[in-house]
């Protein structure tokens, strides 16, 4: 217990992977069983050290736990402040559970050039900066954290991903480090213009103390931006499809599931705490590229011919709703924000597997080229069609409380908008509304192009085999998952209830 209070389990879980990472490093390259072993056994300990800091864990408490707060960058007042509360508890345990989940994977879908020391190795020091970013408690080192992120999966489509993997990872790497450059300086203008200090709790308890509401409105600027093309938001979204549409599986997963959710998450870790006065303000912007987004990413999806671009698009979309509960600045759209982040993270990233599963078998994504799966790989078919229910919000299943909570808090956005806005926020819920509608289209027509119908020619004369061990390993957690929170989503909720109240209930 007093170990975990002293912040080594956080520490642990943060840089665990990297001691991994370097053991990868260190094997023989020849043999690929041990590097594997190597990569299973570090993403394992590191998910077993966060169920145990969620054993551990004080769900009646709404402050920060089992952290520590250090000396780091004295020059700069910066320092090694890590802590745990309801907020960043389920981001941390689906950052473990889904690096867990792409190395099982991975252990017979290893892509081209086959090179798995390297891609474990990236994995491992993608989960670093995951990790990292849900528990720092300090501007500078959440900006490290965020930072981090962006090499190995600049390398992960890079080297490993599609025909136009080149165009793709550099794309992804400009926009993202363009974003973190005016992240960096909104830290930095903090810092000058306040109390001179990276402290997120002590900046957050000081509201934007002494700083006038238009340099408020600036520095909230250059946060947004940041973390808005992280989600990404429309009109930011651009490189999301390119990016998904040439990365390897395990990269999509990654990306999906968790990369996305540090944008969200900076929102409201950083950005709505701290400057409250200018999130008010720009709070109706962001629910209009929030609902353009869902009704944007949606006919985007109906445009697509490739299986894993349609998916992309379908991000678009769905964090459309995990902003537009952001946007309303108040206690039930930010926990349903903070419950969409989970279920996307899980759905999305289950279609990315089954697609790129499918993509194995059948050497394409073009729907036109696909059909019959029911046919000849039934057990796969199956899975699909659930995470496609799962994904358009039916009842019963995770996705359903990722968007209908969404959509009913633009119902009453918070009290400090003002009254006229309150109309725009119910006309925010009307265009959502149609979002779900729309959704059940696309994932429909994707189902009926890919499971039904009949098998193309040429695929009849070819065995087609259906969901193998790893692969059954590495999904049916997820798919558990999304129907115990689909059935009981009190899981999340009564976790991050007391930390959002706690933060924005005023």
Known sequence: MNWFDSGWGLTMAVFLPGVGMLAVLAAPKADETLQKAIALVTTLATFGV?????????????GLQLGTDKAWIDVINSRYHIGLDGISLPLLLLSAFITVLCVIYSWDHFPEPHNPKAFLALILLLEIGMNGTFVAQDLILFFVFFEIVLLPMFFMIGVWGGPNREYASIKFFLFTLFGSALMLLSFLALYFIGPNTFDIPKLAALHGAGIVHSTQNLIFAGMFLGFAIKVPMFPFHTWLPDAHTEAPTVGSVLLAAILLKLGTYG??????????EAARDWAPWIGLLAVIGIIYGALGCLAQRDMKRLIAFSSVAHMGFVMLGIATLTTFGINAAIFGMVAHGLITGMLFFVAGSVQERFET????????LL?????????????????LGLPGLAGFWGEFPAILSA?????????????????????AAVGTVLAAGYLLWMLQRVAFGTVKPEWE???????HVPEWIAWTPMLLLIVALGVYPNIIFRVTDGTVTRLFGG
């Not at 800091?53 to 408490?61: E, P, R, S």
């Not at 994504?365 to 019959?372: C, E, F, N, P, V």
């Not at 046919?375 to 994904?391: D, E, V």
């Not at 009453?412 to 309150?422: K, Q, R, T, V, W």
């Open 50 to 62: 966060t169920i145990a800091l969620a054993a551990t864990f004080n769900y009646d408490k709404k």
């Open 267 to 276: 929102f409201i870790r950083i950005a709505l705490p701290i400057l409250p």
């Open 365 to 372: 994504r073009q729907l036109d080229r696909l059909g019959g």
């Open 375 to 391: 046919t000849q790989a039934p057990k796969l078919g199956w899975i699909l069609g659930f995470c496609a229910m799962a994904s």
């Open 411 to 431: 119902y009453n956005p918070a009290s400090g908008i003002a009254g006229s806005e309150f109309v725009v926020f119910r006309t925010y819920m009307v265009i």
């Open 461 to 467: 004369h070819v065995h087609i085999h259906d969901v």
